[in-house]
């Protein structure tokens, strides 16, 4: 039986749909892992992952900005078939996502956490497990831009399967690999609170590399392969900004408001803060 086109479009969307979520709860699940391992550390350690954690998502709503307005422009020249302006909007979005990375994201992470040093006070334990977590964590909001536009790449090219057992991969690294540095198992680093971020980070990693090699074996021809960024087109950055920036602008609007509540919770005394961040982190996995 010949199925009709609107059909196949709704099976398309859907089965994009159906693998984007699962990249969603994968990436909500980091979390998890980070608290349930981070957790066994003792007091102060769950607040201290709170803190970071809304700072973190505070910065990375910027990433949506751009990464909410690349999807829509990533799909339709994929969709066109035109390999060539389809690479270089890839390469355009990559050049945007790492200048906001590198120009607004990484320098207000560390505004914020210099800012929150200063003006709040805090349980001295608290502030040393931030700033432990912090040295490492930052170089999350540059490798997060580059593998996320790399598996849009892949759902719009029909590799969402891939994609989704990508970020499946990088889980299951993350789970396994950061109790080896928070602890020191096997004979690695103990690394304490700090360790908890690089495991994060190097999941991180292990994502962009999968995706890199994924795209190299199935779809070549999307992969950029030039070491030096073109020109920027500025008006394809605007439209990108102009489609994202509600989406960013409302994420920013919600992290001010956590950043608030955390600040106003962590007037309590330590057992209740530390009761807050994790079911804050069991709350956002889920929600």
């Given at each position: ?165 990508i970020s499946l991969v990088a889980l299951v690294a993350n789970f396994g690999i950061t109790p080896l540095l928070v602890f020191g198992w096997l004979g690695a680093p ?98």
């Amino acid at each position: 039986m010949k199925i009709s086109a609107p059909v196949r479009c709704f099976q398309a969307m859907a089965k994009a749909s159906g693998f984007a979520s699962i990249g969603y709860v994968v990436d909500y699940t980091f979390q998890l892992v980070d608290m349930f391992w981070l957790a066994k550390l003792g007091p102060a350690v769950p607040t201290a992952l709170t803190i970071i954690s809304v700072y973190l998502f505070f910065s990375l709503a910027l990433n949506e900005i751009v990464g909410s307005g690349s999807v829509s422009v990533i799909s339709q020249t994929i969709g066109s078939r035109d390999v060539t302006a389809a690479r270089r909007k890839i390469l355009q979005v990559l050049q945007l996502k790492l200048g906001f990375a590198l120009g607004l994201m990484v320098p207000l992470f560390v505004i914020v956490i210099n800012l929150d040093a200063v003006l709040v006070s805090k349980n001295i334990d608290v502030q040393t497990h931030v700033w432990a977590y912090a040295g490492v964590i930052w170089a999350s909001l540059i490798v997060i831009p580059v593998y996320t536009t790399l598996l849009t790449v892949m759902r719009s090219a029909n590799l969402g399967g891939m994609a989704t057992t990508i970020s499946l991969v990088a889980l299951v690294a993350n789970f396994g690999i950061t109790p080896l540095l928070v602890f020191g198992w096997l004979g690695a680093p103990e690394l304490g609170v700090a360790g908890g971020a690089m495991g994060a980070v190097i999941a991180q990693l292990i994502t962009l590399g999968l995706s890199v090699i994924c795209l190299n074996r199935y779809r070549p021809d999307l992969l950029p392969r030039v070491m030096r960024l073109p020109k920027p087109d500025w008006k394809l950055h605007r439209k990108i900004i102009d489609i994202g920036w509600p989406v960013g602008f409302t994420l920013l609007i919600f992290q001010v408001e956590a950043i608030i509540l955390v600040a106003c919770i962590n007037s309590y005394p330590l057992a209740q803060s530390d009761g807050f961040g994790v079911g804050l982190r069991l709350i956002a996995a889920v929600f």
